[in-house]
């Protein structure tokens, strides 16, 4: 049985996480999901690493919230790389998912792009771990998670 990894935060405003298992469980079975909340996006990268090693997991979602402020867009691309570098060592994807606050600007609107943005990237997630094949149909289909898609560049006759 494949087991997929969840990471997420406290600092995040909505429970991208709650979202996401959802989705998972509503693509099929062969799985067991496996959620770990730590307290920032910095620390994401360690609790990926601690589900691949201590809980044996196949691959892992990053959820997690930054805020609006510099020094948040600063953290998240820290713990971008650092889940790059977790992903690299462990020879195991990490599909991240972060949604920004000022991406939206109401709360309504950031409480949908976020449950959207999770359901979109656990279902990208499934798609790797059983189906990766699946996903070179859609190479070069602009397709974006959380937002409209914005499609090909050109589009084939």
Known sequence: MKRIG????TFARV??????????????TGFRVLRRTVPGIKDLPVAC????????ADLCLALGMPGPAEL????????????MMTGVL???????CFVYEAEAPRPADLETLA?????????????????????????GEGLRQGFAD???VRRTQ
Do not use: C, W
């Open 6 to 9: 969840v990471a997420d935060t």
């Open 15 to 28: 429970d991208m996480a709650r979202y996401a298992i959802r989705t998972l469980q509503e693509q099929g």
């Open 49 to 56: 690493r601690q589900l691949f090693r201590d809980e044996r």
């Open 72 to 83: 948040d867009r600063t953290s998240a691309e820290v713990a971008s790389m650092g889940l």
């Open 90 to 96: 462990e020879g195991k994807p990490i599909v991240e």
């Open 115 to 139: 449950r959207r943005r999770a359901e979109e990237h656990a279902v990208n997630a499934f798609t790797l771990l059983f189906r990766p094949h699946d996903l070179a149909r859609h190479a």
């Open 150 to 152: 914005a499609g090909p």
